[in-house]
C-alpha cells in the first residue's frame, strides 16, 4: 500500500523534537519489557506446570494452545493433567542419554553421533549398549550460544547446538546476535519495536508511556506487537500518515479489536503532542473529537473519564448552516451541556439541513414561518418515536434562539418561530410497564439469584429490585455508598443521572451486608483500592473502570436464560433493568404507602411521575376485578365496557362505591345519581344475625363508618353521609345489646 504522509517536514521535525524531549527513559528502548508486576503490560503465565510462556487464550500460551485446538478442545482439566512434551521455549533441551555426552538428542534418546555408531553395531538395546566416548580426549566441546541452552556443539565453527542450528537454518540464518535475542524473547510480555522507522519507534515508546501512566487498560504485550505489524505491514513511517479511518480499513479483517484500537489511541496522542488540544484546534474540523476538548461534561455512566466521542458536522449540506450549529453546540457544550444533548441537537440541525435540500432553500433569510410549518410535516413523516420528533422541533427552535440572542445572523427573519402546539403530542396513554408478581417470584427466588455466575451482576440486581433506581446510577455507584443517620439506619447515597443530583434511598440491613461483603471482595483484588462499588472485570489495571450498563445487560439476558424464567403463559421473560422501578414503585402504591413518601424514595422532581404510577396501580386492580367473577343480587353477572369513555365512567362509578361505603363482602354497583334503600347490603338487611363473637369486627367497621360520614358531610356530600348513618345507628344499637349481654353473662359466670 501506498503511503500519503499526512504531515509536513516542518511539522515532522517539530514532532519529532517534542517526542525527544517527552519520552522517559525506560521506554527509550527498541526492546520494553515490563516489570513482573506490572499492572498494565503483564500477563500470566502459561497454565500448565513447567511451561514460562506467557498466556495467551483460555490461560495457555501459543504453543499449548495450538496443541488443545489439535487434540480436538477436551476439557482443560484433561488437557492440563497430560500436557504432551514441552513446547519451544527457553527450556534447557534433553541430551544424549549416554551419560557424560551433552550433546543434543537425534533418535531413540541418542545424539546423532552416538545414534551412527548404535545403528553401524546392529541396533542393540540401549540400555545394555557399550557406547563410545565420542569426545576426542582432552577436547573440551564449546556449548550452544544460547543462554539458556547447555547442550554442546556438534561441529566446530558452528554457533549453536544441532537442535538450534537447525532452527536458526530455518529462520534464514538472520544475525546471529538478533537471533539470540530472539529466541530469549519468545514467549515473554517484551514489546520488540526493532526494525521500525526512527519516528514511528518514538510514537509507539510514546503510547507505551501513555497507556502506562494512565494505568486504565491491561494491554497484553502480544497487542501491542500485533499493532506494531499493523504498521509494518502499512509501510508508514509515522501513524499519522494513515487517517484513523485508513488505519481501521487496515485492519478490517482482524479478529481482535484491542491492537487496533490501541494503535489508534498511540495515534490521537502523538497528534495532540503535535497540534495540541482545544477549541482552537478542533472548531475548524467538521469531525469534533470531544476527548480533546477540555472542562466537556462527561455522562456520569462513562466507563473511561473522557470517552472517545465525535460530532459528525459534515452530515449537514449547507456550509452556513454547518458554521452556525459549530458555533451553537460550542456554546451549549460549554456551558455544561451533556454529551447526549449535543448529539441530540446536532441531528436535529442535520434533520433541518436534508429538509432544506428538499425544499430549494440555500439562505438564512429565506427561513420563514411558512417554511417551518413545512419542517413540521418532513418531521412527522420521517421514522422515529414521539420523543425524537419533539426533540427535533424543541432543539430547532432553541437554535434560532440562539441566533437571534447572540446576534450571529441577523438575516434571519423574526417569523422564524416555533409556538406551544407546535411539538407532537405524546402517546395517550403509557402501557405499565411493572412486572407481574409470578416473574418476581422467579426473580426475587434465593435459588435463581444463586445462579448468577457474576457476584456484582447479582449484586446490582438487588440493588435495582429492593431500591428502584435507575441502573445508571447504580453502576454509577461509589465505593463507600453506604451511609447511616443519627439512629443507625442504612441509606444508599447514590447519584441521580437524569436529575444530575445527589440523593439517597433507605436499605435494608441485609442488602447493606450484601453491600460490605462486595466490598471485601474488590479489595482482595484491588487492595489500593477502586473508588467506585463496581468495577469492570477485565482489561480494568487500576479498578477505576466502572462496569457499564450494557455489561450489565449482557449478563441479566445470559441469567434469564440460565433461570428460564417464564411469564404467566409460559413464554421466556425479556425485560429491562427499568422495569423494576415501575414495579417497585407500583408495589409501594399498592401497600398505601403515600405518594410523597414514593416521590422521595424514588427522587422524582415533581409528583407528575409519581402520580402516573399511581394511575397505572388503578388501572392494574381494574383488570384484575374485571377479570374476577362478578355478580348481582340476582345472581347474575356484571359486565363492564372495557374501552371508551363509557368504560371509564363505569369505573369511575365502581371505584367511587368502594370508597363511599364500608362493605364487608362485595361492592357497590349502584349509580351516583340513585337513592339507596339499604346503604350496606348486611347491616340493613332486616334478617341480619350476628353475635358477641364478631365483636371486634363490629367496632372497627363502627369506628370506618363514623370516618365516613365525618369525611362526607366536610365535603358536602349530604347524602352519602345520611346514607351511612343508617348504617352507623345498626351497628351502635347491635354493638350496645351485645356489650350488655356479654357483661351480663360474665357476672353470672362469676357469681356461680
Same mark, same amino acid.
Given at each position: 500500500m501506498t503511503v500519503a504522509p499526512l504531515t509536513t517536514g516542518r511539522q515532522r521535525i517539530g514532532l519529532l523534537e517534542r517526542l525527544l524531549a517527552t519520552i522517559r527513559g525506560e521506554f527509550r528502548t527498541e526492546l520494553y519489557r515490563p516489570d513482573p508486576g506490572d499492572?498494565?503490560?503483564?500477563? *500470566?503465565?502459561?497454565?500448565? =506446570?513447567?511451561?514460562?510462556?506467557?498466556?495467551?487464550?483460555?490461560?495457555?500460551?501459543?504453543?499449548?494452545?495450538?496443541?488443545?485446538?489439535?487434540?480436538?478442545?477436551?476439557?482443560?482439566?484433561?488437557?492440563?493433567?497430560? &500436557?504432551? &512434551?514441552?513446547?519451544?521455549?527457553?527450556?534447557?533441551?534433553?541430551?544424549?542419554?549416554?551419560?557424560?555426552?551433552?550433546?543434543?538428542?537425534f533418535g531413540k534418546g541418542l545424539c546423532s553421533k552416538h545414534y551412527d555408531r548404535w545403528a553401524r553395531a546392529g541396533r542393540p538395546d540401549p540400555d545394555g549398549w557399550d557406547a563410545p566416548n565420542m569426545v576426542v580426549s582432552g577436547a573440551v566441546p564449546a556449548e550452544c550460544c544460547l543462554p539458556f541452552c547447555t547442550l554442546w556443539v556438534d561441529t566446530p565453527g558452528k554457533m549453536f547446538c544441532q537442535n538450534h542450528h537447525d532452527r536458526w537454518a530455518r529462520a534464514g540464518r538472520p544475525d546471529v546476535e538478533r537471533f539470540i535475542v530472539d529466541c530469549g524473547l519468545n514467549g515473554t510480555t517484551a514489546v520488540d519495536l526493532r526494525g521500525l522507522p526512527t519516528q514511528l519507534t518514538l510514537e509507539f515508546q510514546y503510547g507505551l508511556q501513555c497507556r502506562a501512566d494512565a494505568r486504565r487498560r491491561t494491554t497484553p504485550a502480544r497487542y501491542v506487537m500485533q499493532a506494531v505489524r499493523l504498521a509494518q505491514a502499512a509501510g508508514a513511517a509515522s501513524l499519522l500518515d494513515l487517517t484513523e479511518q485508513q488505519w481501521r480499513e487496515q485492519a478490517r479483517n482482524g479478529r481482535v479489536r484491542a491492537p487496533v484500537l490501541f494503535l489508534i489511541e498511540v495515534r490521537d496522542a502523538v497528534e495532540v503532542l503535535r497540534d495540541g488540544a482545544g477549541w482552537e484546534n478542533e472548531f475548524p474540523r467538521d469531525v469534533w473529537r470531544l476527548e480533546r476538548l477540555p472542562g466537556i461534561t462527561t455522562p456520569a455512566t462513562a466507563t473511561v473519564p473522557r470517552p472517545r466521542v465525535r460530532l459528525h458536522f459534515e452530515r449537514i449540506p449547507q456550509p452556513w448552516l454547518r458554521d452556525l450549529a459549530k458555533r451553537w453546540l460550542r456554546l451549549r457544550l460549554t456551558s455544561g451541556l451533556s454529551i447526549t444533548a449535543a448529539h441530540t441537537g446536532l441531528d436535529a440541525l442535520v434533520c433541518f439541513g436534508r429538509f432544506l435540500v428538499h425544499a430549494g432553500v440555500d439562505r438564512l433569510a429565506d427561513i420563514d414561518r411558512l417554511l417551518l410549518e413545512r419542517h413540521l410535516g418532513y418531521v412527522a413523516s420521517q421514522d422515529g418515536g414521539h420523543g425524537l420528533k419533539k426533540g427535533r422541533i424543541s432543539n430547532l427552535n432553541l437554535f434560532m434562539q440562539a441566533i437571534r440572542q447572540n446576534r450571529w445572523d441577523d438575516s434571519l427573519p423574526g417569523t422564524a418561530a416555533f409556538y406551544p402546539g407546535d411539538t407532537p403530542r405524546p402517546p395517550a396513554a403509557a402501557i405499565s410497564r411493572r412486572l407481574a408478581e409470578h416473574v418476581m417470584a422467579q426473580v426475587e427466588s434465593e435459588a435463581n439469584l444463586d445462579r448468577w455466575d457474576n457476584p456484582a451482576g447479582r449484586l446490582v440486581t438487588l440493588i435495582l429490585i429492593r431500591t428502584g433506581l435507575r441502573i445508571s446510577s447504580v453502576v454509577c455507584l461509589d465505593f463507600d455508598c453506604v451511609v447511616h443517620?443519627?439512629?443507625?439506619?442504612?441509606?444508599?447515597?447514590?447519584?441521580?443521572?437524569?436529575?444530575?443530583?445527589?440523593?439517597?434511598?433507605?436499605?435494608?440491613?441485609?442488602?447493606?451486608?450484601?453491600?460490605?461483603?462486595?466490598?471485601?471482595q474488590v479489595l482482595d483484588r484491588w487492595p489500593d483500592g477502586t473508588g467506585v462499588l463496581f468495577p469492570r472485570q477485565h482489561a480494568n489495571a487500576s479498578g477505576r473502570l466502572r462496569l457499564s450498563d450494557s455489561s450489565y445487560r449482557q449478563m441479566?439476558?445470559?441469567?434469564?436464560?440460565?433461570?428460564?424464567?417464564?411469564?404467566?403463559?409460559?413464554?421466556?421473560?425479556?425485560?429491562? *433493568?427499568?422495569?423494576?422501578?415501575?414495579?417497585?414503585?407500583?408495589?409501594?402504591?399498592?401497600?398505601?404507602?403515600?405518594?410523597?413518601?414514593?416521590?422521595?424514595?424514588?427522587?422524582?422532581?415533581?409528583?407528575?411521575?409519581?402520580?402516573?404510577?399511581?394511575?397505572?396501580?388503578?388501572?392494574?386492580?381494574?383488570?384484575?376485578?374485571?377479570?374476577?367473577?362478578?355478580?348481582?343480587?340476582?345472581?347474575?353477572?356484571?359486565?363492564?365496557? =372495557?374501552?371508551? *369513555?363509557?368504560?371509564?365512567?363505569?369505573?369511575?362509578? =365502581?371505584?367511587?362505591?368502594?370508597?363511599?361505603? =364500608?362493605?364487608?363482602?362485595?361492592?357497590?354497583?349502584?349509580?351516583?345519581?340513585?337513592?339507596?334503600?339499604?346503604?350496606?347490603?348486611?347491616?340493613?338487611?332486616?334478617?341480619?344475625?350476628?353475635? &358477641?363473637?364478631?365483636? *371486634?369486627?363490629?367496632?372497627?367497621?363502627?369506628?370506618?363508618?363514623?370516618?365516613?360520614?365525618?369525611?362526607?358531610?366536610?365535603?358536602?356530600?349530604?347524602r352519602v353521609a345520611e346514607m351511612n348513618q343508617q348504617v352507623a345507628d345498626n351497628l351502635d344499637r347491635m354493638i350496645g345489646e351485645l356489650e350488655t349481654g356479654h357483661d351480663q353473662t360474665q357476672e353470672t359466670a362469676h357469681a356461680g
Open positions: 499492572p498494565v503490560f503483564v500477563a *500470566p503465565e502459561c497454565a500448565v =506446570t513447567g511451561c514460562d510462556n506467557v498466556a495467551s487464550q483460555r490461560g495457555l500460551c501459543n504453543g499449548h494452545i495450538i496443541r488443545w485446538r489439535q487434540r480436538g478442545r477436551p476439557a482443560m482439566e484433561d488437557f492440563l493433567a497430560d &500436557p504432551g &512434551p514441552p513446547v519451544r521455549g527457553r527450556q534447557a533441551l534433553p541430551s544424549c542419554r549416554i551419560g557424560g555426552c551433552h550433546y543434543g538428542r443517620d443519627g439512629q443507625g439506619a442504612a441509606y444508599l447515597r447514590y447519584f441521580n443521572t437524569k436529575m444530575k443530583r445527589e440523593a439517597a434511598v433507605p436499605i435494608d440491613e441485609h442488602l447493606e451486608q450484601a453491600i460490605r461483603d462486595h466490598q471485601r441479566l439476558r445470559r441469567w434469564l436464560t440460565t433461570c428460564d424464567i417464564r411469564d404467566e403463559h409460559g413464554q421466556p421473560v425479556h425485560l429491562t *433493568p427499568h422495569q423494576w422501578r415501575h414495579t417497585f414503585a407500583c408495589r409501594l402504591i399498592n401497600r398505601d404507602v403515600p405518594q410523597e413518601v414514593v416521590r422521595v424514595l424514588l427522587d422524582h422532581e415533581s409528583s407528575r411521575m409519581t402520580a402516573h404510577y399511581a394511575r397505572l396501580t388503578d388501572q392494574t386492580v381494574r383488570r384484575r376485578w374485571e377479570a374476577a367473577m362478578k355478580v348481582d343480587i340476582k345472581g347474575e353477572h356484571v359486565t363492564l365496557a =372495557t374501552d371508551g *369513555p363509557l368504560g371509564q365512567a363505569q369505573w369511575a362509578k =365502581t371505584r367511587y362505591g368502594i370508597a363511599t361505603q =364500608t362493605l364487608p363482602n362485595g361492592y357497590c354497583g349502584l349509580p351516583v345519581q340513585k337513592s339507596c334503600p339499604h346503604a350496606n347490603a348486611c347491616l340493613t338487611c332486616p334478617v341480619f344475625l350476628t353475635g &358477641p363473637e364478631f365483636l *371486634p369486627e363490629l367496632r372497627q367497621q363502627r369506628t370506618r363508618t363514623l370516618t365516613l360520614i365525618d369525611n362526607a358531610t366536610g365535603c358536602g356530600h349530604t
